[in-house]
Each structure stands twice: as structure tokens, then as C-alpha cells.
């Protein structure tokens, strides 16, 4: 069991996380997908809660102006590496 899993009824929350960080939100039926836009910077995402990984991307970066590939960081490719066996440790609602 995790502690904090992507399930539906963590949408709530990352619909008020992303309204107190000033962005506005919508939905698109058509396109199936949910939309955020702050000071012009908008996202496109399935779900609420990716919306709000998006923005942290975004808030990683603070891009000031847009330029093609803003979100890349440019270092080793670690997609291909990431371990599939869990490692030790004490899970905090263990504890």
C-alpha cells in the first residue's frame, strides 16, 4: 500500500491545489482532456492530478519566455533504468 497513490479520489484535492495556485481549469468534452492556464502558460493532461504534475514541471523550470522543448532537461536518459523490484524501507504508515 502506498502512501499517496493517482486515484480518482485524489482529484478533488488536485483540483483545489491547482485553484490556490491561481490557475484556472476547465474541461473539454470533445478532447476528453482537462486544461489549466495561468498568465498564458496552459497545460493539457487526462486527469487533474497529471494536470498538476504538469505544473510542477512548469514551476520547476519558471520559464520566462516559451521556447520549443522548455520542460527538457537535458541530461542522462534514466527512463529506460528505473529499477523494478521496490527497495527496502520503513513505510511511513507503518510507522
Known amino acids: 500500500m502506498s502512501t499517496l497513490s493517482a486515484y480518482s479520489n485524489i482529484e478533488n484535492t488536485s483540483l483545489l491545489i491547482l485553484y490556490k495556485k491561481g490557475?484556472?481549469?476547465?474541461?473539454?468534452?470533445?478532447?476528453?482532456?482537462y486544461y489549466?492556464?495561468?498568465?498564458?502558460?496552459?497545460f493539457a493532461a487526462n486527469s487533474i492530478t497529471e494536470l498538476l504534475g504538469l505544473v510542477s514541471i512548469?514551476?520547476?523550470h519558471a520559464p520566462?519566455?516559451?521556447?520549443?522543448?522548455?520542460?527538457?532537461?537535458?541530461?542522462e536518459w534514466l527512463i529506460d533504468d528505473?529499477?523494478?523490484i521496490?527497495?527496502?524501507y520503513d513505510p511511513v504508515w507503518e510507522k
Open 64 to 75: 520566462e519566455n516559451y521556447v520549443e522543448y522548455w520542460w527538457r532537461i537535458n541530461d
Open 82 to 84: 528505473i529499477p523494478t
Open 36 to 42: 489549466a492556464e495561468r498568465n498564458g502558460w496552459d
Open 86 to 88: 521496490a527497495p527496502e
Open 58 to 60: 512548469y514551476e520547476f
Open 23 to 33: 490557475f484556472r481549469v476547465w474541461y473539454i468534452k470533445k478532447t476528453q482532456l
